[in-house]
């Protein structure tokens, strides 16, 4: 039998996600890319600047996870609390790692 496993590092090399499951781990990756980019614009802008490197991450990552309601909200709609979101469609079959340190 093969088993094909997917390992998604975040940029600094440290492994974040082991899974079998494609779409998970590229929805995984995805949602990384966008935490950097938010983490980045909130650094940037220097907001919450006393927040710790790990609370920034887990911000951003939750945010960039939950897009479709942070972007149904923005427009000044309800979020869908009651549907399901990318947070559970893309752990259902994964475990996250949290990075050493």
Not at 52 to 80: F, V
Not at 82 to 98: I, N, S, Y
Request: no cysteine; hydrophobic share 35%.
């Amino acid at each position: 039998m093969i088993e094909i496993e997917y390992v998604v590092r975040d940029q600094k090399g440290v492994e974040r996600l082991r899974t079998t499951d494609k779409k998970a781990a590229d929805a995984y990756d995805k949602a990384l890319e966008t935490a950097e980019r938010l983490a980045d614009l909130l650094r940037h802008d220097r907001v919450l600047p006393g927040l710790a490197e790990t609370d920034m991450e887990e911000l951003t990552i939750y945010l960039a996870r939950n897009a479709r309601n942070i972007e149904r909200i923005l427009k000044g709609k309800e979020p869908d609390l009651t549907g399901e979101t990318e947070t559970t469609e893309a752990t259902d079959k994964v475990t996250p790692l949290r990075a050493a340190g």
